[in-house]
């Protein structure tokens, strides 16, 4: 009965990484390599790319409407 449920467990049990919202990649740093907002996790990159983004170009609008997602 043990053997069968030592290969129902996955092998990194108990870790759990964040995954960007925007660019759906882990960072290095984990958890401390980000932000929460809502139920959404944003990369310390994607946050820099935000802020340092021309106001009305198409990919600023692009962060914007997905950010709009998560407050529907």
Avoid: W
Avoid at 16 to 29: A, D, K, N, T
Wanted: charged share 20%; glycine share 8%.
């Amino acid at each position: 009965m043990r053997e069968a449920y030592q290969l129902m467990v996955p092998s990194a049990r108990g870790i759990l990484l964040p995954r960007c919202y925007l660019c759906g990649e882990v960072p290095s740093q984990g958890i401390h390599g980000g932000m929460k907002i809502r139920k959404a996790f944003i990369c310390c990159d994607c946050e820099q790319d935000i802020v340092h983004m021309e106001v009305g170009s198409i990919q600023y609008q692009t962060v914007v409407n997905k950010l709009k997602e998560l407050f529907i």
